[in-house]
């Protein structure tokens, strides 16, 4: 990285650290934003926001410029044997809800039960985040995660729990702090055997 670089010839004084432009229509509608919601946008403290509303925008959302299913596609078929529940649990993330724009946070608990392939654990929170990254609603969140180990992994069960707050619940409307949604897909062997949700829902402390 030579953005501090002054010989360097893409070096801008005014964007030292390279940060991606934000267009003036896109500013322009946080500016309208920001009169609607009852404040004056050319005020000294909120001169610079149009930009890095914008910027900020561009990481939440992310997500719209990958495919999570890319995380997925190196497999290690070498199980050694292994054929119990593969969890990873308590994998923070956030998200914004496309009703509101407003931020989802929580946990998910993600399993499955391998049947051949088996990928690196980090691979799931970043499936997760891949879909995260965009607006959403937590349903279909826990439907895309789920399905996208499900197609490419091909277990033999698949598990994703998400427990979520939602800024559109907790800091407007009913204004209920502290309560949480959780929503759940199973597939496979989590669907239709009892037993196994049962094992999985218990370590993931259900
Ligand atoms: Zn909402």
Redesign the pocket.
Known sequence: MNCLDHDSDDFDPDNPLNKPDVPEDVQDAIRTLIRWAGDDPEREGLLDTPKRVGRAWLEYCRGYGEDPAIHLSRVFEEVGGYDEIVLLKDIPFQSA????M?PITGKAHIAYLPDRRVVGISKLARVLHGFASRLQVQERLTAEVAQCIWDNLEPQGVAVVIEAQ????TGRGVKTHGVEMVTSRMLGCFLEDPRSRKEVMSLMGY
């Open positions: 809800c496309e009703h509101h407003a939602h800024g559109c619940m």
